[in-house]
């Protein structure tokens, strides 16, 4: 069974920064790509970000390319998103995944309890 626990969340004004961390056990983490998702209130869970099991590879939705970089510690179990130039629209809670496969499309098998990203305008 995999535990995921993100860190990391909480209230910044636009244009600031967080950093969300994942923390991961129960299985072998290098094996497995990693991902981040959102849901805002009201909203399905969107894609965000992911990144092989290698951390060689990593992928963004659109609407956050360029601000956001996912990153990933194998030896630490640890995936990291760290987010800029924040808006009132990545506001949602994340949530943290991990791939059953080495590829970042997925499928993502295991989540995270969340944590909430509030930016205020």
């Known amino acids: 069974q995999v535990q995921l626990v993100e860190s990391g969340g909480g209230l910044v004004q636009a244009g600031g920064s967080l950093r969300l961390s994942c923390a991961a056990s129960g299985r072998t983490f290098s094996a497995y790509a990693m991902g981040w998702f959102r849901q805002g209130l009201g909203k399905e869970r969107d894609f965000v970000a992911g990144i092989s099991a290698s951390g060689i590879s990593t992928y963004y939705a659109g609407s956050v390319k360029g601000r956001f970089t996912i990153s990933r510690d194998n030896a630490k179990n640890t995936v990291y998103l760290q987010m800029n130039s924040l808006k009132p629209e990545d506001t949602a809670v994340y949530y943290c995944?991990?791939?059953?496969?080495?590829?970042?499309?997925?499928?993502?098998?295991?989540w995270g309890q969340g944590t909430q990203v509030t930016v205020s305008s």
């Open positions: 995944a991990a791939g059953s496969s080495t590829v970042i499309t997925g499928p993502y098998s295991y």
